[in-house]
């Protein structure tokens, strides 16, 4: 196996942060960093991860945008908090009673979304209760896709503070 790329060093500050919390699926992380790129938000991956960085899927879907992509993978959630004191955590859980469209998003924000088997764990949702928030959707469905998930909410996020013209 190669070994892994290395994450990409930004010079400015992302609009967004987008955070996957032990992602699964190569194509929803490559379709993931296609966003982030799209609006200047950096990604992080916190391990364990269902894929190598290498994983020609994760490529594939991220197509050459990768190489554009700010990203950063860690070893834990406390990595993430440790590096972006100070900001808001946005939590996306189908456990939240308030909707997206009730956050209040800022540029600097972080957006944190779970693994697409189980979402994100009880104790990271405990500690940002106010800040949990979800998609609206029928009970006839379990879950939004996650890339799905992420591009809407990078979406609506910059659309409130009008960050892309």
Known sequence: MAEPETPSTSRTEPLL????????????TGNIGRSCVAVGAKLWLVRPLGFHLDDRYLKRAGMDYWQHLDWEAVDDWATVEQK????????????????TWDAEF??????VFGSESSGLPERLRQGHLAQCIKFPMSNEVRSLNLASTVNAALYESVRQFGGLS
């Open 17 to 28: 942060h987008v955070v996957l919390y032990q992602p699964e699926i190569p194509q929803n």
């Open 84 to 99: 972006l004191p100070g900001r808001t955590f946005w939590m996306f859980t189908k456990h939240a009673s308030r909707l």
């Open 106 to 111: 800022q540029r600097g924000d972080v957006l």
